[in-house]
């Protein structure tokens, strides 16, 4: 069992700033690849970035290509993601997640999920 915990959403003006935390439980956190999505009212929780256990290797989605940076210090079992140059569409709920799988883009293969937190960007 890996359980998550976020932390550091809150509201931002375009073109600022976060960054989010996520913490894990496990001992193991850094046999999982974890991974970032979003999900903005109204819509189905898309994907944002992952990396692999190592820290090796990153994916991010198109739209925050450049602007999101993914990263993790498995030492002390947390994940980040730095998000500069923020948007107003931008603004949702932000949740972190862990696999074994290598489909690392797909959501319905990751096992475990952390609470989210608000990311609101104001115009």
């Known amino acids: 069992q890996v359980q998550l915990v976020e932390s550091g959403g809150g509201l931002v003006q375009a073109g600022g700033s976060l960054r989010l935390s996520c913490a894990a439980s496990?001992?193991?956190?850094?046999?999982?690849?974890m991974g970032w999505f979003r999900q903005a009212p109204g819509k189905e929780r898309e994907f944002v970035a992952a990396?692999?256990?190592?820290?090796?290797?990153?994916y991010y989605a198109d739209s925050v290509k450049g602007r999101f940076t993914i990263s993790r210090d498995n030492a002390k079992n947390t994940g980040y993601l730095q998000m500069n140059s923020l948007k107003p569409e931008d603004t949702a709920v932000y949740y972190c997640?862990?696999?074994?799988?290598?489909?690392?883009?797909?959501?319905?293969?990751?096992?475990?999920w952390g609470q989210g937190t608000q990311v609101t960007v104001s115009s």
């Open positions: 997640a862990a696999t074994s799988s290598l489909f690392v883009t797909v959501r319905s293969h990751y096992n475990y």
């Open positions: 496990a001992r193991t956190f850094s046999s999982y690849t």
């Open positions: 990396v692999t256990g190592s820290g090796g290797d990153t």
